[in-house]
């Protein structure tokens, strides 16, 4: 069974730095791209970033740019997405997703989800 599993939320003060991991049971990352993707109440999901395959190139939405770093451990099986000077609007519950194919952000093109976990950035 493929599952993909989030860490790394909590509580966060503006400006404070958090590191989600998406680690993956039952395949491996290799040869999939893998999405951060977030969803605050109300609002549509959002794609943050993604890391292509093996060759590891990455994107990024314009409002993160410059904040968030994503990166991938194939021998841990394991994606990261450092997030630095954390702003309260990027407060909403993040989610990893992996498919086979090219790196993007819509999250359309992704099958498989991990079950999120919550960012929540105040003072």
């Known amino acids: 069974q493929l599952q993909l599993v989030e860490s790394g939320g909590g509580l966060v003060q503006p400006g404070g730095s958090l590191r989600l991991s998406c680690a993956a049971a039952?395949?491996?990352?290799?040869?999939?791209?893998i999405g951060w993707f977030r969803q605050a109440p109300g609002k549509e999901r959002e794609g943050v970033s993604c890391?292509?395959?093996?060759?590891?190139?990455?994107d990024y939405a314009d409002s993160v740019k410059g904040r968030f770093t994503i990166s991938r451990d194939n021998a841990k099986n394991t994606v990261y997405l450092q997030m630095n000077n954390l702003k309260p609007e990027d407060t909403a519950v993040y989610y990893c997703?992996?498919?086979?194919?090219?790196?993007?952000?819509?999250?359309?093109?992704?099958?498989?989800w991990g079950q999120g976990t919550q960012v929540t950035v105040s003072s």
């Open positions: 890391i292509s395959n093996s060759i590891g190139r990455s």
């Open positions: 039952g395949f491996s990352l290799d040869y999939y791209a």
């Open positions: 997703a992996a498919h086979l194919g090219p790196g993007t952000l819509s999250h359309w093109e992704y099958k498989y």
